[in-house]
């Protein structure tokens, strides 16, 4: 009972439209380094959850100043993935056809380099994983605890792999160019909409610290 508990609040969390998901799927769509992406999202869950659900999750409540810095970091970034995305959409550089000679690669590093941020500048990632996850697995024992991990870890592996290699399922739709200017322009109102959730989080904790 507590695994899929476990299972079904994790997955509640994850399915939401994030960062994450958002470039996961652009990635799935292009069929460039997949793995990476959806690897190093699993990796970051499999360790804020850990971290949370086994009793950390009350550092961010001693520390503000953590989630002050990560919300200020965050936001900058996101702010500027935004204007790259409203940049691909307006030249229409994002998009593409599906051959091959068409497609924009990126390296593996650069393709891991974006995951990585998107993944650990975002302190959105933290809240679910670490504080809410931490937070709903503090009144359990030691024993269920890991269950609840267990089952917190498997909605997020299925997800992010089911997500990125789904996601070709979608090309029909994405042959057209305008699909993909439509596409970067959600993704970059998306970016813009949390970037400004951030600043206005770092702006309730720098005064709430100030008084």
């Known amino acids: 009972m507590v695994f899929w508990h476990g299972l079904m609040v994790s997955a509640g969390l994850i ?3 994030g960062a994450q998901n958002a470039y996961l799927l652009k990635q799935g769509l292009s069929k460039q380094h997949v793995a990476v992406v959806a690897g190093i999202c699993f990796l970051g869950d ?23 810095s990560l919300a200020i970091v965050g936001a900058l ?4 993935y935004a204007y790259r995305c409203f940049k691909s959409a307006y030249t229409g550089s994002s998009a593409m056809h599906l051959q091959a000679d068409q497609v924009q690669k990126q ?9 990585l941020a998107l993944t650990f500048l975002n302190p959105h990632v933290y809240l679910d994983t670490v504080v809410i996850l931490g937070g709903i697995a503090g009144t359990l ?27 070709r399922l ?15 322009t959600g993704i970059g109102l998306l970016m813009l909409w949390l970037a400004i959730g951030l600043y206005r989080y770092a702006y309730v904790l720098s005064t709430g610290a100030a008084a």
Not at 47 to 67: D, R, T, V, Y
Not at 107 to 115: C, D, E, G, I, S
């Open 107 to 115: 390296t593996r590093k650069q393709v891991a380099l974006m995951a």
């Open 46 to 68: 499999f360790c804020l959850m850990s971290f949370g659900i086994m009793g950390a999750g009350s550092l961010f409540a001693k520390f503000p100043w953590l989630s002050l």
């Open 141 to 167: 024992s030691m024993a269920d605890k890991w269950a609840f991990l267990g089952g917190a870890l498997l909605a997020s592996l299925l997800w992010f792999f089911g997500v990125g290699y789904g996601a």
């Open 15 to 17: 399915v939401a439209i």
């Open 170 to 184: 979608l090309l029909p739709w994405f042959e057209k160019a305008r699909t993909w200017r439509m596409l970067d």
């Open 77 to 80: 970034f996101l702010s500027v």
